[in-house]
């Protein structure tokens, strides 16, 4: 299928955002992927809920309902100030870790985008990376944006 003489693929482009910097790079990447390639682009985030619930939650929390509120307020806001008002984002909030929500999105997509912090080695090992977790997992390819330094 065609649209302005362009070959459109069905397939989406899927990017991880988390309203970080390393997420906004990602996201404007992905933007950039999917327009020169014809394919959609999708703009997920995760939100990771508390196992416990009702009476005995924990003092502070919050209900899974507002977190995703929340994350789709901080996802449009990503989406508008990065690639401005008019962008054709399909904006996703998943309940879920992040790393699980991507790797199952690329079940369906042509390429999964992620951005870095830049925690490698031993350290991103402790910190439980998305990118380290997607790369293994991922059913298409999965491009990974190194973080950048400002310096």
Do not use: N
Not at 18 to 31: M, Y
Not at 104 to 114: E, H, K, M, T, W
């Amino acid at each position: 299928m065609t649209e302005g003489g362009q070959l459109m693929d069905a397939k989406p482009v899927v990017v991880g955002v988390d309203g970080g910097p390393d997420s906004l790079r990602a996201l404007a990447w992905a933007a950039e992927y999917a327009s020169t390639v014809g394919a959609p682009l999708i703009a997920l985030a995760a939100v990771e809920t508390p196992a416990i619930a009702g009476p005995y939650a924990m003092a502070g929390w919050v209900e899974p309902s507002i977190l995703e509120d929340r994350a789709r307020g901080m996802l449009a806001d990503a989406v508008r100030d990065t690639l401005g008002e008019d962008a054709r984002t399909r904006e996703i909030v998943l309940r879920g870790h992040p790393a699980e929500a991507l790797v199952a999105a690329s079940r369906d997509a042509r390429l999964v985008v992620v951005g870095s912090r830049g925690r490698g080695g031993f350290k991103g090992m402790l910190l439980g990376s998305v990118s380290q977790h997607v790369v293994p997992h991922a059913h298409c390819p999965v491009v990974v944006l190194p973080h950048h330094d400002a310096a």
